[in-house]
């Protein structure tokens, strides 16, 4: 391991406390993280992996998902063979229920949704399509749900990520790492503030026009601007 995996494996308690006490909190019987990073190769599915285990073995019932289309990897830290049917059977309506597709892994309360990395284009989703996976997915038999998702803020790992109040997103003490994750944060932002104002149609356009104008813009009209004349009208 290097230096990231060993802070992690010291140090995952933290993370597996305070989900158990969010539990224990709020009564809440059906937990989804989705788990998310700016860039690639920072340690993403190495985390879902060794969380899920970890609260698999506190007595949670665990699905971790490997929604990382196009390149789903997550059974190779799982420890299982890559000839599982997964995501692409449910989305070509081969199979009518995510849960057909579940596979047991060497804990009992531990269980893997298997993702898509042969068929081609499955990275570009419909909105039917998202929508439909989005309702399977709250439908899993579990407690607890890690969404294993694709590296970068393109619309689909940002609509999976929003799909919970809660989530995690990976980076490293590195420059691009770091950049990446601030990226992805805004990118965050930006989403569900476009999503919480969609019924309003003039700031939605006003906030399209913040977003999208030329960077040699003329005044800059900003993003905090724009809520701030919505929010003292």
């Not at 993370?15 to 860039?39: D, E, H, M, Y």
């Not at 969404?147 to 420059?175: H, W």
């Not at 932002?189 to 104008?213: M, P």
Request: proline letters at 5%; a positive charge; aromatic letters at 10%.
């Amino acid at each position: 391991y290097d230096l990231f995996g060993w802070w992690f494996l010291r140090n995952q308690h933290y993370i597996i406390a305070a989900i158990s006490n969010f539990f224990q909190r709020t009564g809440i019987v059906k937990l989804i993280i989705p788990i998310a990073s700016g860039k690639g190769g920072v340690g993403k599915s190495v985390i879902t992996a060794n969380l899920g285990f970890s609260l698999a073995k506190l007595g949670h019932q665990v699905i971790v998902a490997d929604l990382d289309f196009g390149g789903a990897n997550l059974h190779n830290y799982l420890g299982l063979k890559n000839n599982n049917p997964g995501l692409g059977e449910f989305l070509r309506d081969r199979s009518d229920s995510l849960t057909n597709l579940i596979v047991p892994t060497f804990h009992p309360n531990l269980q893997f949704l298997p993702g898509e990395g042969a068929t081609p284009f499955m990275a570009d989703l419909n909105v039917m399509a998202r929508r439909r996976l989005l309702v399977e997915l709250h439908q899993l038999p579990a407690e607890i749900i890690l969404l294993d998702l694709s590296a970068g803020c393109n619309a689909l790992t940002l609509d999976f990520f929003n799909t919970s109040q809660t989530g995690l997103q990976i980076t490293r003490p590195e420059s691009p790492s770091v950049m990446n994750l601030l990226e992805f944060l805004r990118q965050t932002i930006y989403h569900r503030l476009l999503h919480y104002l969609s019924k309003d149609r003039n700031l939605l356009n006003q906030i399209r026009n913040s977003l999208f104008q030329p960077i040699n813009s003329v005044p800059i009209v900003t993003m905090r601007e724009v809520l701030q004349l919505y929010w003292t009208v």
